[in-house]
């Protein structure tokens, strides 16, 4: 399984991911119309980092601003044996991230 992010804002997007225990990985930065993907999904269909550590939230914002304009990208509706695809969009000064 996949999830696949869009940046569909027409700015650039810093996206971070929260992990169990307080860990944060690495953020994502996601160009203008830009994507990425997360592929570490486990058998039971929960999303982990590569240390297997369940993943919590991901959420996306405006570069620079990030966090006081993030949307958060739902991990409740994905689906074990799909590949999942968010696209984020500008919502006035913040951002929204769904299917």
Known sequence: MALGIRNETGAVLE??????????????????????????????GVLQ??????IERIFCGFAGRAWQTRGEVDLRGLAMGEAARVVCRAVGE???CGG
């Open 15 to 44: 996206c971070q991911v929260l992990a169990a225990h307080w860990y944060t990985l690495p953020g994502l930065a996601l160009d203008a119309g830009g994507a990425a993907t997360i592929r570490q999904y486990a058998a039971d």
């Open 94 to 96: 913040g951002v929204a």
């Open 49 to 54: 980092t590569a240390a297997k550590l369940p």
